[in-house]
């Protein structure tokens, strides 16, 4: 097999240390040589690192994408200058057996040899940066939404049946009524006068649902629950500042901080690409940051949509054997990109007069519900990739795609529904189609 880079190194990392192994390749009979040593997961040692791969003439480096801590390498030896090539752990996996730190970091370093790797995405600082800031931002959310859960426990465990009379518990009105109960109000009439006129419940309906035996030990929940809420969306309000200042070219950035090295033509793209993503059905700004943190507004990083499909985990498995096809689940991906796109999809899925709508209904009818998401989260990547690849909106096909693309089945399917209804249906097969129904007397 040819090699492709003669002195290489292979690394697997760890939290406290890495195993390096260099790889010459000897000339003629002259045999491969190997050297395995080990370095600390410190700043200093991986300094003196980059240096000793460059005193062995060391032209390519490649190590797993293990947690985090290959950052700290990725980014000092990068510095350094050495091309650094990180491998996806599950697609560089040695033979089942004796396996070893010391083991893997020499499979690596032949791998490299025979260039035997794929790199994997890793995004420049600014996209890395806006990364953490909306990650950040979606666990804020997640765990305020278990909070507001965790306060629906509390009032069900009190009698007080406020879910089913109000659709959010932390909307206006039902915060209203809860902090109402906690400062100790226990008259149910009282309590569901403080909600809003526009309430579908009846003043009765609310006062029977607030009717329960909320105590001090209820409201001492409450209250902890409640300001656990406001902490964690005063921080989401505060990550929401950071996250805007990527997109706003008027914005001033202190040095060193998030999104410092866009510069004003760049932040201004950025915000061009967030509006033009939000015209996909179903992406709103949020999840159009969410599609920019993880993807990055260059697409040019990904070869093709049928590429960015795969790393987002929404492209079909195949498992094929002696000529027949096995049921395989989705790739796996990357799962914040993958959580994102189903937000859309399930927004899609639940507003009809669009053509991915049209694709979920299509898709649901013969395969389920969950591939019926898959296949338009599929879609969506698609258009994503050619949206920022071409810097173009969205372009509706239109809820009667599937209809106008094969017109012949949709009138069979209606000749048959009618003849099952009783209906003689002869149709004319010209340029403008007509059917003549005549009805089949019963009995």
């Known amino acids: ?76 030896l990068t510095g350094a200058g050495l091309e650094v090539v990180l ?34 995405f890793v995004p420049p600082a600014p996209v890395a940066q806006l990364k953490d800031l909306v990650r950040a931002r979606a666990k804020y959310a997640k765990v305020a939404g278990q909070e507001a859960q965790r306060l629906q426990d509390v009032l069900e465990s009190a009698g007080v049946k406020l879910s089913c009379a109000v659709t959010d518990i932390m909307g206006v009105s039902g915060r209203r009524m809860v902090e109402a109960l906690i400062a100790g109000e226990g008259d149910p009439l009282k309590l569901a006068r403080l909600g809003e006129r526009n309430l579908k419940a009846s003043e009765e309906e609310l006062a029977e649902a607030l009717t329960g035996r909320f105590s001090e030990h209820h409201a001492f929940l409450a209250r902890t629950h409640l300001d656990t809420i406001d902490h ?88 094929q054997s002696a000529g027949r096809a096995k049921p395989t689940k989705a790739k796996k991906g990357d799962k914040h990109l993958k959580g994102a796109l189903g937000v859309a999809a399930l927004s899609v899925a639940r507003h009809p007069g669009t053509f991915l709508h049209s694709r979920y209904r299509r898709v649901c009818a013969r395969q389920g519900k969950m591939k019926a998401l898959v296949a338009v989260e599929r879609s969506m990547v698609v258009s994503i990739w050619h949206i920022l690849s071409k810097g173009e909106p969205y372009r509706e096909l239109g809820a009667d795609y599937y209809l106008r693309r094969r017109p012949g089945a949709a009138i069979r399917k209606a000749v048959d529904n009618l003849r099952r209804l009783g209906f003689e249906v002869d149709v004319n097969d010209g340029e403008a189609p007509t059917a003549v129904l005549t009805p089949v007397p019963l009995g």
């Open 232 to 319: 964690l969306r005063g921080k989401a309000a505060a990550l929401d500042a950071r996250i805007d200042a990527f997109f706003d070219p008027d914005c001033e950035i202190p040095a060193g901080g998030s999104g410092a090295g866009l510069s004003r033509e760049e932040r201004e793209e950025w915000r061009s690409k967030r509006e033009l993503l939000q015209t996909v059905p179903g992406v709103s700004e949020t999840v159009a940051e969410q599609i920019l943190a993880e993807t990055g507004p260059d697409m040019s990083v990904f070869a093709s949509p049928k590429h960015l499909a795969s790393w987002a985990g929404v492209a079909p498995g195949m498992n």
């Open 1 to 76: 097999m040819e090699v492709v880079h003669p002195r290489c190194a292979g690394m697997d990392i760890s939290k406290t240390d890495a195993k390096v192994c260099v790889r010459a390749q000897g000339a003629g009979r002259r045999k491969t040589s190997t050297e395995v040593t080990e370095w600390a997961a410190k700043t200093s040692k991986v300094m003196e690192l980059a240096d000793y791969l460059l005193a062995q003439k060391v032209t390519c480096v490649v190590m797993e994408a293990t947690g985090n801590y290959w950052k700290i390498f990725w980014h000092l």
């Open 87 to 120: 491998a996806n752990a599950a697609r560089v996996r040695q033979i089942p057996g004796k396996k070893t730190d010391i083991a893997d970091c020499v499979w690596l370093a032949d791998l490299c040899a025979h260039g035997l790797v794929a790199a994997s």
